[in-house]
């Protein structure tokens, strides 16, 4: 993206008279940055809508906290701001259902509005599926056909939970042993519960779907046991 807008930017025939702007937002491990990064777009987009006049216009999101952010930055802001007001917004299915995406063409069609605005991390849950078909494969080489699993209480993770639980049996590379979902606040109590339950569990392969901030705390409590417990 930044690269497309440089180069229209040193164009003299592309957009004379106009430059171009961006801003880059890494949110991994923090959401908030993400979120500030969504209204700033948000608010962005109504003044765009307001300057073309565009007051009547439909809203897609994705299913996820940053498509649900939006949706609720929009439907606060739009109206107040005078730039108008949304014909429709609607939340695309992260599983691509045919009916439900017939549905929203449907609403699409019926709709006077003429200007669609979308935001979706398409591209990001492209990758997560990718990460995990290539994990079970990695599962499925090495035979390690019970295996434990430990994700974010975020949607990165909750996708992944559900992708590896509806893709290893049938892939035949074997079943879950547990899945727990790691919390965001680094309760003490529940990660101790946690890593019982790895202790307690026959599986010795763990996958982890999380960022390293996350995951840390899991693995001090992972080392005290063992320190306290040699046979971990």
């Known amino acids: 993206m930044a690269f497309a807008i440089d180069e229209i930017n040193r164009s003299s025939n592309l957009l004379p008279n106009v430059t171009l702007g961006y801003s880059l937002y890494d949110n991994c491990a923090k959401p908030a940055v993400g ?110 056909t019970w295996a434990g699993l430990l994700i974010n209480d975020d949607d990165y993770g909750h996708h992944a939970m559900r992708s590896f639980q509806s893709g290893l049996i049938p892939s035949g590379a074997g079943c879950l042993a547990y899945s727990e979902v790691l919390p965001l606040n680094n309760d003490p109590t529940e990660l101790r519960r946690i890593v019982d339950v790895m202790r307690k569990s026959t599986a010795r392969v763990v996958i982890v779907f999380s960022y390293v901030s996350h995951i840390l705390p899991l693995m001090k409590e992972v080392w005290i046991e063992i320190y306290l417990n040699p046979s971990f």
């Open 35 to 144: 979120f500030r990064g969504g209204i700033s777009l948000v608010r962005a987009m109504i003044q765009i809508l307001k300057h073309f006049g565009w007051t009547w216009a439909g809203l897609l999101v994705s299913d996820d906290d940053y498509g649900l952010h939006v949706m609720r930055s929009f439907q606060s802001e739009l109206i107040p701001s005078g730039a108008g007001c949304l014909a429709y917004s609607e939340v695309l299915p992260l599983n691509n259902d045919p009916t439900e995406l017939r549905r929203i063409v449907d609403v699409m069609r019926k709709s006077t509005a003429r200007v669609v605005i979308v935001f979706s991390h398409v591209n990001h849950m492209f990758h997560l599926m990718k990460e995990v078909r290539a994990m079970i494969q990695i599962l499925k080489h090495f035979g390690w």
